[in-house]
């Protein structure tokens, strides 16, 4: 099915896809935007080359496939376990300035044994890079969402900053900053003097009625996207979110977190050690961690030449436990990114829960390294 353009090596990848058990579908070029904007992260929406039909109907250009690969399976309404394979144009900004080019992949979707599916899909990515850029030494690199999520919840931090810190995770500039600001609170923001005193007092019910008062003698009620019990809901989390210091220990135990780097023969002691000396009960994502790390040994994976790092994530919103990507050595251009994506399903409109993980090739950077060698 080569398309043109595509890599010499696309008609083999597809068979190579095929032969895991992954059936290649048919992705339209153009796709609803919605989506895209609303759960694939901001590093993906402000790059998106949006358009809009007759109808007023938001549209792009394929983004990605993972989105859309998981509508059509929800569309079909067929059974899971299933896999599928994908390979085609992608078209969004880039820094190289190259705007579109070609991506290949698969989907693992209803799998319930997640462990065993997250080390089928770091395996398979990397077998598929191996066999297709032969002789060259890769670069595996873990990374855990639920594992960091674990961490954060068991801080005790309000809800609102614990969302917050998951959102950055894997941005490690956005990270540091919230970091930073939870250590030194900043408290030049201060509200407005009409609402202060009914903040001071956490009085929701008289900041909800003062805001429908304003509303209504302004006219905006009418226009208004939120409600007034909304409205005051969000400015009381956010003063609480202003004011809110994280103690000298939970700041010291989530630094040590995340600057958690070692071999994955190492990793679960290595977090094990660290639960322990922070004194947080993570146990369930230790369990899920581990467990994870058995079935990677069962498919003959060597643990010692996978990374984990603490900090690694990627930046796509819908990521919901492992992380990883394959470079084409230390420091060298990354060829395969995947990870789990267990909420994405309900999302986008599965009646129920549907267990997911996947993984992307970029065809462009592999073409580069095959010719390379």
């Not at 896809?17 to 796709?31: E, F, H, K, T």
């Not at 060259?136 to 674990?150: N, R």
């Not at 058995?294 to 003959?300: F, M, P, Q, V």
Request: aromatic fraction near 6%; hydrophobic fraction near 45%; charge should be negative.
């Amino acid at each position: 099915m080569t398309q043109h353009g595509a890599p010499t090596f696309a008609d083999e990848l597809a068979g190579a896809m095929q032969d895991l058990g992954a059936p290649l579908v048919d992705i339209p070029v153009i796709q609803p935007a919605e989506p895209f904007l609303d759960m694939a992260g901001e590093d993906l929406r402000r790059r998106i080359f949006l358009t809009e039909s007759e109808t007023g109907e938001s549209l792009c250009l394929r983004p990605e496939f993972t989105i859309p690969v998981c509508r059509a399976h929800i569309a079909e309404n067929v059974g899971t376990p299933r896999r599928y394979s994908y390979l085609g144009k992608v078209f969004r900004q880039r820094r190289d300035g190259a705007n579109e080019f070609f991506q290949a992949g698969v989907e693992d979707l209803g799998e319930a044994d997640e462990a065993a599916s997250d080390a089928r899909a770091i395996a398979d990515a990397r077998a598929l890079i191996s066999a297709f850029t032969p002789g060259h030494a890769l670069t595996v690199t873990l990374g855990d969402q639920s594992v960091f999520e674990a961490v954060v919840a068991g801080l005790g931090l309000p809800s609102g900053w614990q969302k917050r810190l998951i959102h950055a995770f894997g941005n490690e500039q956005a990270l540091d900053a919230m970091i930073g600001r939870l250590a030194n609170p900043d408290g030049s923001a201060q509200p407005d003097a009409s609402v202060a005193g009914f903040l001071a007092n956490s009085d929701a019910a008289g900041l909800e009625a003062h805001i429908e008062s304003v509303m209504q003698d302004t006219g905006y009620s009418t226009h208004a996207s939120r409600s007034p019990a909304e409205i005051a809901a969000r400015l009381i989390e956010k003063q609480a979110l202003a004011s809110t210091r994280l103690s000298p220990a939970s700041l010291d135990a989530l630094k040590t977190f995340l600057a958690l780097d070692v071999p994955l023969d190492r990793a679960a002691q290595t977090l094990s050690d660290f639960a322990g000396s922070a004194r947080l009960d993570i146990q369930d994502a230790q369990t899920s961690f581990e467990a994870r790390l058995a079935a990677l040994s069962e498919r003959g994976e060597d643990l010692s030449a996978i990374r984990w790092r603490a900090a690694f994530g990627r930046p796509l919103d819908y990521y919901t436990g492992l992380v990883f990507e394959i470079a084409a050595g230390a420091g060298g251009p990354v060829l395969a990114g995947g990870g789990r994506y267990d909420r994405l399903m309900a999302l986008l409109g599965a009646r129920e829960p549907i267990p997911a993980v996947g993984f992307s090739l970029w065809l462009d950077r592999i073409e580069t390294v095959r010719a390379d060698r």
